[in-house]
């Protein structure tokens, strides 16, 4: 069960170092060539948007049939065991929504790149013309 949330943390992690790294200042040649790398990964790490969307929807169905120890007939191991319970759903959430976030930051960032280059170009190809 936890396997699933050590991938997803990894993903984040993947995530950030790529989302520093093409946001850190570079020569145009270094830039070019990361954002095309990063631009070619970003399909297959598509992927992480249905299942951390999947792992929100698990969230929440686990939440909703959870037994609530809210009253004084819990025990006061059952209460830690909610709260405790509580704890990782809520720090799973975070770990969801922010492997989206960084996904469409990074997708953002290429695509404005990519945009850049493209207008470059054009600006260019008419200054020659």
């Known amino acids: 069960m936890a396997l699933q949330w050590m991938i997803l ?48 929807l698990d969230i929440y169905w686990k939440k909703e049939h959870r037994l609530m120890c809210t009253s004084e007939i819990c025990t006061a191991e059952e209460r830690i065991r909610f709260e405790k319970s509580m704890f990782k759903a809520q720090r799973n959430v975070i770990l969801c929504v922010s492997a989206c976030l960084l996904y469409w930051c990074i997708y953002r960032i290429v695509k404005y790149n990519k945009d850049i280059k493209a207008l470059e170009e054009t600006e260019k190809r008419l200054k020659e013309d």
């Open 9 to 56: 943390a990894c993903v984040v992690a993947v995530e950030a170092a790529v989302a520093a790294l093409i946001t850190l200042p570079a020569p145009r040649a270094v830039r070019g060539q990361i954002v095309g790398l990063t631009s070619l990964l970003l399909q297959p790490l598509a992927s992480v948007i249905p299942f951390a969307a999947f792992q929100l």
